[in-house]
Every structure is written in structure tokens, then in C-alpha cells.
């Protein structure tokens, strides 16, 4: 099976910073999909970004970007202009483009936003 | 309006009791999910369905129990076999497992074992 890692259970940023949340994967597959999913204090699970691995151009989603290093297997959030409704916890999840059923996600990150 | 519907939002159950969960999706979506959710531990995969009439254990389907009777419909039971039942449970949806694509979520429903 394969691995999501995120190695910050927590982080903060100042408002209308900048906040950079890691990712690895870990996979033999050449096919995949990558999201960002936002689950804030209602606890509803939210898609923030997602990534086709055969593409080479990083995606982007308003104030949302991705850094996509595949030979790394890396896959970081960026957060630009940082807002109070960004505080949530953030997950990172893997699909796989062979058999495509499950998905695996990390454990996710907690996002502070200071005022 | 297409979305997940999950319920109850809270579910209190005695020690010894089955529990059932609704998920409903009116999404036409083919596959559904049931996670479950712990702090610290992400979400766990218990159980998924490609298609009515079948589905697949997950990563902790011990003391859970499912059906696909329809494809909008995929109830989760919690037996009294589960030791530890108490957590934050998620229903998802897929369009197709071959159609590659995100999940959509449910607004989950917490289970607290008495």
C-alpha cells in the first residue's frame, strides 16, 4: 500500500503571511493523483487542490499553489495572503491511476492563523 | 442540490448494541467509502464499494459491517465486535473507481460509545 507522510502535526502563520505544508508519498507507480483537502472546525472534508502526476506545471487555486516534485515525491502546499477561515486541519492524499479505488491520506496537518 | 447526506450527526450507542450509519448520495457517483477518524491517526479506510451488490474491506473492516443494496445508499454497521467504536466517522463518493477524480465527503457523523 502506499504512504502519505506529513511531518507537521502543527504549524501557524501571521495573517496575510505566507505558510508552506509538507508532504512525501511514497509509490512505485508511475500514475497517480495528489489533493489537498481542508477539513475546518465543522469537521467537512473540503478539496483544496489536486494534482495529476503526468502533469509537469504545478496547480494552482487562488491563493492555493502546489510545489509537485516527482522525482522527490514531494507534494507541498503553499497558502498565500493567509486568512482566519484558513485555520483548519489540512490532508494530504494519494490515488492511484492503475487501480484507482482507494485513496490514502496523511495525518494530516493542523493550520493556526494568528491575527 | 447534489451532495452526501450523512446521519444521525450523533449517535450514542450502549456497550453490546449494533449501530447503523446512513450515507446517501445523489450524486450518480459508482464507488462510496466509510472512513474512520481518530486524532492523530488521519483517516482509515473501513470499507469501499465500486459498484450495487458489491464491496471491498478496507484497512480496518474488523467489527463493521456493510451493504450496497443501491447505489445511492451505503449504510455502515458497527457490531458489538468492535472494541473501540468510539470516533468520527466519514462516508465519501467517487464518480467511477476507473474514472480518476476526487472524493467528495459527507458531513460525517460521531459515534460515542456509553
Known amino acids: 500500500a502506499q504512504t502519505v507522510t506529513q511531518s507537521q502535526p502543527e504549524m501557524s502563520v501571521q495573517e496575510a503571511e505566507t505558510v508552506t505544508l509538507s508532504c512525501t508519498y511514497d509509490t512505485s507507480e508511475s500514475d497517480y493523483y495528489l489533493f489537498w483537502y481542508k477539513q475546518p472546525p465543522s469537521r467537512q472534508m473540503i478539496l483544496v487542490i489536486r494534482q495529476e502526476a503526468y502533469k509537469q506545471q504545478n496547480a494552482t487555486e487562488n491563493r492555493f499553489s502546489v510545489n509537485f516534485q516527482k522525482a522527490a515525491k514531494s507534494f507541498s502546499l503553499k497558502i498565500s495572503d493567509s486568512q482566519l477561515g484558513d485555520a483548519a486541519m489540512y490532508f494530504c492524499a494519494y490515488r492511484s491511476g492503475n487501480t484507482g479505488n482507494q485513496f490514502y491520506f496523511g495525518t494530516g496537518t493542523s493550520l493556526t492563523v494568528i491575527p | 442540490d447534489g451532495g452526501i447526506t450523512q446521519s444521525p450527526k450523533y449517535l450514542f450507542r450502549k456497550e453490546g448494541q449494533n449501530v447503523t450509519l446512513s450515507c446517501e448520495q445523489n450524486l450518480n457517483h459508482d464507488a462510496m467509502y466509510w472512513y474512520r477518524q481518530d486524532p492523530g491517526q488521519g483517516l482509515r479506510l473501513i470499507y469501499y464499494s465500486q459498484i450495487v451488490n458489491d464491496f471491498q474491506k478496507g484497512d480496518i473492516a474488523e467489527g463493521y459491517s456493510v451493504s450496497r443494496e443501491k447505489k445511492e445508499s451505503f449504510p455502515l454497521t458497527v457490531t458489538s465486535a468492535q472494541k473501540n467504536p468510539t470516533a468520527f466517522y466519514l462516508c465519501?463518493?467517487?464518480?467511477?473507481?476507473?474514472?480518476?477524480?476526487?472524493?467528495?465527503f459527507g458531513p460525517g457523523t460521531r459515534l460515542t460509545v456509553l
Open positions: 465519501a463518493s467517487s464518480i467511477s473507481p476507473t474514472a480518476l477524480g476526487e472524493q467528495f
